[in-house]
């Protein structure tokens, strides 16, 4: 069963500084890997996704994130973070083989202090 | 250009109470399904349906009765509702061949 564990439910950082949101899966097979962010009280949007081609991403907002096979892993990334980054970041898997649904992870929520 | 909506989007009940949430998307999406979003669990999927009268469940699907019998609706009903229910609940959707899901913007439920 594939499962997906976020490293830190709150991550703070200052604008302007890097931002590093941590993302591990565990899958019997290569996966299809995504990024979505949930402003307050909003739905989910798509930062970004991995699906088998070029193992760095990029996505809306000058977000990227990095597949790293031998680690398992898929984190998110921003050079320097902006007040309207603040927000709720969701990792997901699926897995093309089987139906492709998702597994989400438990999210993490991130704040810029200014 | 809907895309996809969800009503309502505040919901109160009380427990023992059948409620049904509303999902509709306008692009023509085999595939639609509803997940819960609840602290600590991100978001788990209670039902999902890969097209018209083809339903299957996630998850966490008990308590939770879904029916599609067009293409653009996915109907999400409790039966009867209990205060485990209490949750915000998303819908989404994706065509066939292609990886990603779009949500709604979410219902929020409270089972009193």
């Known amino acids: 069963a594939q499962s997906v564990t976020q490293l830190g439910s709150h991550v703070s950082v200052s604008e302007g500084a890097l931002v590093l949101l941590r993302c591990n899966y565990s899958?019997?097979?290569?996966?299809?890997l995504f990024w979505y962010v949930q402003y307050p009280n909003q739905g989910l949007q798509l930062l970004l996704k991995?699906?088998?081609?070029?193992?760095l991403v990029k996505g809306i907002n000058g977000f990227e994130a990095e597949f790293k096979k031998s680690e398992t892993s898929f984190h998110l990334t921003k050079p320097s973070a902006h007040m309207s980054d603040a927000a709720e970041y969701f990792c997901?898997?699926?897995?093309?083989?089987?139906?492709?649904?998702?597994?989400f992870g438990p999210g993490t929520r991130l704040s810029v202090l200014p | 250009d809907a895309g996809i909506t969800q009503s309502p989007r505040y919901k109160i009940t009380e427990t023992g109470r059948q409620v049904t949430l509303m999902c509709h998307q306008t692009?023509?999406?085999?595939?639609m399904f509803w997940y819960r979003q609840d602290l600590g669990h991100g978001l788990r999927l209670i039902y999902y349906?890969?097209?018209?009268?083809?339903?299957d469940k996630g998850e966490v699907p008990d308590g939770y009765v879904v029916s599609r019998s067009k293409t653009e609706n996915f109907p999400l009903t409790l039966e009867s509702a209990t205060r485990s229910q209490t949750s915000v609940y998303f819908c989404?959707?994706?065509?066939?061949?292609?990886?990603?899901?779009?949500f709604g913007p979410g219902t929020r439920l409270l089972v009193l």
């Open positions: 989404a959707s994706r065509a066939t061949g292609q990886e990603t899901q779009y």
């Open positions: 899958s019997s097979v290569p996966p299809y």
């Open positions: 991995y699906t088998s081609a070029a193992t």
């Open positions: 997901a898997v699926s897995d093309p083989h089987y139906g492709q649904n998702f597994v």
């Open positions: 692009w023509s999406h085999s595939y």
């Open positions: 349906s890969a097209a018209a009268d083809i339903t």
